[in-house]
Nanobody, 126 residues
Framework: EVQLVESGGGVVQPGGSLRLSCAAS????????IAWFRQAPGKEREGVSV????????YYGDSVKGRFTISSDNTKNTVYLQMNSLKPEDTAVYYC???????????????????WGQGTQVTVSS
């Protein structure tokens, strides 16, 4: 059974940091791009970042560029999202997703996502 399981969410003060994890089971990251999305109450889902397993290239949404970093540990079949300098507007449910693609020099989050996780809540509040 294919599963993506997010963890690492929580409550943090503005300016703080969190690291989210997305553990995959039932498939290998080879041939997939792994992405993070988020959705705040009353807002549309927003692409945060994506990483290509083909060449390791990454792409970030404008709102998180310079603050968030996506990385992977293929030995653990896990993708991470390091979030620094968090702001209240980063509050959302964060989801990871996997797109079956050999895309390289990735420059978009508009990919065919095959699998989604259940999400983890991130709350930035003082």
């Amino acid at each position: 059974e294919v599963q993506l399981v997010e963890s690492g969410g929580g409550v943090v003060q503005p300016g703080g940091s969190l690291r989210l994890s997305c553990a995959a089971s039932g498939f290998s990251f080879d041939g997939y791009a792994i992405a993070w999305f988020r959705q705040a109450p009353g807002k549309e889902r927003e692409g945060v970042s994506v990483l290509s397993s083909t060449d390791g290239s990454t792409y970030y949404g404008d709102s998180v560029k310079g603050r968030f970093t996506i990385s992977s540990d293929n030995t653990k079949n896990t993708v991470y999202l390091q979030m620094n300098s968090l702001k209240p507007e980063d509050t959302a449910v964060y989801y990871c997703a996997a797109a079956e693609t050999f895309a390289f020099e990735i420059a978009t989050m508009d990919l065919p996502y095959n699998y989604w996780g259940q999400g983890t809540q991130v709350t930035v509040s003082s």
